[in-house]
């Protein structure tokens, strides 16, 4: 079944220049399994679509059950460059819950 991701993380975001930063933080730590099967860098590319101009590159961090994602050349030249209205990304994370995933029904009720 697909459901967004907020149903199993949460998420943390900001910037550096032109790089946003999204991190991605399974409410439970068993759930962590599911967010390394279900983002990739690939997939969260796509999500962005034509946002994302440069690479995306992902870190895991097993140890706080979260993913950190870095999309660059995504704010638009920056935040003191970019005509975007959210040139921080502060909201990039918000729309990246936004993703469905999929998740077997097990999952969720264990």
Not at 57 to 83: M, V
Request: hydrophobic residues 40%.
């Amino acid at each position: 079944m697909k459901v967004p991701l907020s149903q199993l993380a949460h998420t943390r975001s900001g910037d550096k220049g032109d790089t946003a930063n999204i991190g991605v933080i399974a409410w439970r730590p068993e759930d962590y399994t599911i967010l390394l099967r279900e983002l990739s860098p690939e997939r969260v590319k796509a999500h962005f679509g034509e946002m994302v101009k440069g690479p995306v590159e992902c870190y895991e961090l097993p140890n706080l059950a979260a993913l950190n994602f870095l999309l660059h050349g995504a704010l638009g030249g920056g935040g003191t460059l970019s005509l975007r209205v959210d040139a921080q990304g502060k909201t990039l994370g918000a729309a990246l819950l936004r993703m469905e995933i999929e998740v077997d029904e097990r999952e969720l009720t264990r």
